[in-house]
């Protein structure tokens, strides 16, 4: 059975970074596309980075700050997150999918979400 765990969330000051970590347990991530999204309070879900195999994809919110990665000897996924700002708030999530996009419904399984603050 295929299950994602994200960690590695918390409170940063505007500026700083913070790195996500996304375990997959079940299958090898070579599998499937990885992806990062995130909620913030009161809006919809935004999907903000997605790796598979070498290609990888960024919005447009994150391109130059935020860096994906893979780690296919431990089966787990990252999300470098660097000049963090307090518009980045929200309940960041890995979710698995069959297909490279920044789509929600492109993924079926998702993790529970890590919290990330960014405020002063």
């Known amino acids: 059975q295929l299950q994602l765990e994200e960690s590695g969330g918390g409170l940063v000051q505007p500026g700083g970074s913070l790195t996500l970590s996304c375990e997959v347990r079940?299958?090898?991530?070579?599998?499937?596309?990885i992806g990062w999204f995130r909620q913030a309070p009161g809006k919809g879900r935004e999907g903000i980075s997605c790796?598979?195999?070498?290609?990888?994809l960024y919005a447009d919110s994150v391109k130059g700050r935020f860096t994906i990665s893979s780690d296919e000897a431990k089966n787990m996924v990252y999300l470098q997150m660097n000049d963090l700002k307090p518009e980045d708030t929200a309940v960041y999530y890995c979710?698995?999918?069959?297909?490279?996009?920044?789509?929600?419904?492109?993924?079926?399984?998702w993790g529970q979400g890590t919290q990330v603050t960014v405020s002063s």
């Open positions: 979710a698995a999918g069959t297909r490279i996009a920044l789509y929600v419904h492109e993924y079926d399984t």
């Open positions: 790796i598979h195999r070498a290609n990888m």
């Open positions: 079940g299958y090898t991530i070579n599998y499937y596309s």
